[in-house]
């Protein structure tokens, strides 16, 4: 639009700051509900016993009401989901657990190291027929409001034969049909 009014028009004025100011409100609101999950998550967790050494708390796609948490101890993470909207005080979490026993058998552990730090400490590793794969938990499972066993969006193969160069959000959207956005939309209303 800014393109199409003459330089020194009071409509530029205008539409350069309603784009930056929509932008600002929704960053705001999308903190606003981050702080908002944070604190009732840890609340939830001190109830429900859970100790746990860090926590990642990030939002499903394509909005700011649903939000993945990964509360991680000495072996693993408990995952689930929670809306804004949620009205019980609880969480479905489900425990998995990091693998690190499987360190061992990578064969170029410098990559390991790599990922390792790329994921800031939250990963898991697991073992599928001969392979392994590094998850990295702060993407989040590809629809996992609606199956808590699904895959993580960002998975790396740790065997040199294994083609990683699309590794970022590997399928990331590939299950998602009208079933799964419907589960989504549901989800984000609440328990």
Same mark, same amino acid.
């Given at each position: 639009?800014?393109?199409?009014?003459?330089?020194?028009?009071?409509?530029?004025?205008?539409?350069?700051?309603?784009? $930056?100011?929509?932008?600002?409100?929704?960053?705001?609101?999308?903190?606003?509900?981050?702080?908002?999950?944070?604190?009732?998550?840890?609340?939830?967790?001190?109830?429900? =016993?859970?100790?746990? +050494?860090?926590? /990642? #708390?990030?939002?499903?796609?394509?909005?700011?009401?649903?939000? &993945?948490?990964?509360?991680?101890? !000495? %072996?693993? &993470?408990?995952?689930?989901?929670?809306?804004?909207? !949620?009205?019980?005080?609880?969480?479905? /979490? =489900? &425990?998995?657990?990091?693998? +690190?026993? /499987?360190? =061992? @058998?990578?064969?170029?552990?410098?990559?390991? +190291?790599?990922?390792?730090?790329? *994921?800031?400490?939250?990963?898991?590793?697991?073992?599928?027929?001969? %392979? $392994?794969?590094?998850?990295? /938990?702060?993407?989040?499972? #590809?629809?996992?409001?609606?199956? *808590?066993?699904? !895959?993580?969006? @960002?998975?790396?193969?740790?065997?040199?034969?294994? !083609?990683?160069?699309?590794?970022?959000?590997?399928?990331? @959207?590939?299950?998602?049909?009208?079933?799964?956005?419907? %589960?989504?939309? =549901?989800?984000?209303?609440?328990?």
């Amino acid at each position: 639009m800014l393109l199409f009014k003459k330089q020194k028009s009071k409509g530029r004025q205008w539409i350069w700051k309603t784009g $930056l100011i929509i932008p600002f409100l929704y960053l705001l609101y999308s903190l606003t509900n981050k702080f908002y999950v944070s604190a009732e998550t840890e609340t939830i967790l001190a109830a429900q =016993h859970i100790k746990y +050494n860090k926590l /990642l #708390i990030t939002s499903a796609p394509l909005q700011t009401w649903l939000w &993945f948490i990964a509360a991680e101890n !000495d %072996s693993g &993470f408990y995952t689930g989901y929670r809306s804004v909207f !949620d009205k019980q005080k609880c969480l479905d /979490l =489900h &425990f998995k657990p990091q693998n +690190n026993n /499987l360190i =061992h @058998f990578v064969k170029e552990p410098n990559q390991l +190291n790599k990922l390792i730090k790329f *994921s800031q400490g939250f990963y898991l590793i697991e073992q599928r027929k001969d %392979s $392994l794969i590094f998850y990295d /938990l702060r993407f989040a499972q #590809i629809i996992g409001w609606q199956n *808590s066993l699904e !895959d993580y969006a @960002f998975c790396y193969y740790l065997q040199p034969e294994v !083609d990683n160069t699309l590794v970022v959000q590997r399928g990331r @959207f590939a299950k998602w049909n009208k079933q799964s956005f419907q %589960s989504l939309l =549901h989800r984000i209303k609440g328990n």
